[in-house]
């Protein structure tokens, strides 16, 4: 990843050793934006300003349409950016990390697994094909660890994900799409992290097991005292798990708040989150109307105004800010 402004990582405390914070966020993410350079001095500006805290216990979400710059800002957090890519803000840590300026070194040793425990897309597509479950929480557990003797952790590791000790000795081709995601929470949970973060845990799952799932998922957040961060595109799983939503619209967070009041009354306060909800199938089923723009020519104005039916000349020409949980001039 190339940094306009290369900073070591903010002297702090030893990470923590386990969830449980000290009541201030576990995430603080302030102005983050990344962009790709592309052919001709060009930039696709895949996530621009994005502000947001995770307190511990808490489940933000953050939805949108594909494309909008969800799963890049989940690898900013995580240091996982391709080459051409430039990043600015920062998203800090409870501890005062700051994850946008550390080292490679510093987040692999001290963050991936540790601080920052990753529930991957495609969880069977992230498990080796050729060692079977036990093996890969063996191994996990050795390297977060230090443990000499794993097999107890490994087991106990599976238990808390509700992975049956029955299937711990198959391989991934072997498991159900429901136990390959419960084997890949097992290995986010072995370090412990203070902040789980899971890039749309639920595709490819049928609908029981995107219950199933989203409710594990925030008994791991509530109980243990721990902060998740999911992106997904689906609005159910979202309202199953969510404290917070955050709604992302051509790499901005358009809207954010509290969850209750999204999903119930007052409902969206920003049209395309309005949109978003009327399209699905349990309630107006109606699609919003035309597509998203390129990220790499995005509209002078809102972003969305090109299809939105309440835009104004104003929405065409003046971005408008986040104030108050909405970026919209006419909500
Ligand atoms: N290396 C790259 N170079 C240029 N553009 C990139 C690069 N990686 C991602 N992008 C662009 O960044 C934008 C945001 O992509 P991202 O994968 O974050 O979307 P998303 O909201 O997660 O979508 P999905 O739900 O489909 O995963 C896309 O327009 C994508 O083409």
Redesign the pocket.
Known sequence: MNRPDPTPPAPGPAPQSGPAGDGGPVLRVQGLSVR?R?GGGRY?E??SGAEFSLAAGECLVLV????????????ALLGL??G??ETAGSALLADGLDLLAADEDTLARTVRGRRVGLVPQSPAAHLTPVRTVRSHLEETVRALTGSRAPRRAAEAAAARAAFPATHLDHHPHQLSGGLAQRAATALALIGDAPLLLAD?PTTGLDRDLVERTADELRAHTRAEGRALLM?T?DLAAAERVADTVAV?YA?RIVELGPAEAFFGAPGPRHPYARGLLNALPERAFTPVPGSPP??GDLPPGCAFAPRCALADPLCRTVRPPLTEGVACHRA
Do not use: D, R, W, Y
């Open positions: 790709f592309t696709v895949a996530v949108g349409e594909s494309g909008c710059g969800k799963s890049v800002l989940a690898s950016l391709p051409n890519a749309e992106i595109h992302m790499g390129e990220l």
